[in-house]
């Protein structure tokens, strides 16, 4: 029988995983904010072609996580991740492997599986360092997007990697994640939308005092 993966030691936290939220000109300042405020991951998510200004807000987000010393994800870019040093986040049908060979060994790898148990058995056996499952409620940032059961939280914990959940969570709504075993919520509008994103990160973290 093929060993269960370990937890990465930089994932072993849990907390609010903040998610940008495209081009921004306070980006670099907001995302101190939210770092400040308690922040425990951070992802770069820019699907645009400006390639210079990606390249410079990765490098400046980059270090801005290494001073926080939290991890820094950059979103389906895999070169740009090298480049910066960073982790990467995958769709489920990406190769894992290929990713690896640019990120190195250290750094984190997830994956998105949606509500598939089955993909993120997948992942975790090609070297994932963490699954996302997602969305669990109606998000503003992928309105289409299907929607995924607590219950895939909890049969995810066998597979010995962290788990992450996405999608429409909330401060009202997020604790119910918690509670089915995402060691991560991945929250996009509720803390980079709001009017103090510091303080809604803060709140976030508090969702996870007393639960280490």
Do not use: W
């Not at 959940?165 to 075993?181: E, K, P, Q, R, V």
């Amino acid at each position: 029988m093929p060993a269960v993966p370990s937890i990465h030691p930089a994932l072993r936290r849990g907390g609010l995983y903040a998610l940008t939220d495209g081009p921004r000109p306070d980006l670099v300042e907001v995302c101190e904010h939210v770092l400040h405020g308690g922040a425990t991951m951070l992802q770069y998510r820019d699907e645009t072609t400006d390639d210079p200004r990606r390249l410079s807000e990765a490098q400046a987000l980059a270090a801005l996580c290494r001073r926080y010393q939290v991890p820094f994800i950059v979103y389906g870019d895999i070169a740009l991740a090298a480049a910066v040093e960073a982790g990467v986040h995958l769709d489920f049908e990406s190769d894992v492997a290929e990713a690896r060979d640019a990120v190195g060994p250290g750094a984190i790898i997830g994956v998105s599986c949606h509500d598939s148990i089955e993909h993120a058995r997948t992942a975790a056996a090609a070297g994932a360092d963490y699954v996302s499952f997602g969305a669990f409620f109606p998000s503003p940032t992928k309105p289409h997007a299907g929607r995924a059961r607590p219950e895939t939280l909890r049969q995810a914990a066998a597979l010995g990697v962290a788990r992450v959940a996405i999608g429409g969570i909330t401060l009202d709504n997020g604790i119910s994640l918690i509670d089915a075993g995402a060691q991560y919520l991945a929250v996009v509008s509720a803390v980079f939308s709001a009017d103090h994103p510091e303080k809604a990160a803060h709140d976030f973290a508090a969702l996870f005092e007393g639960l280490a």
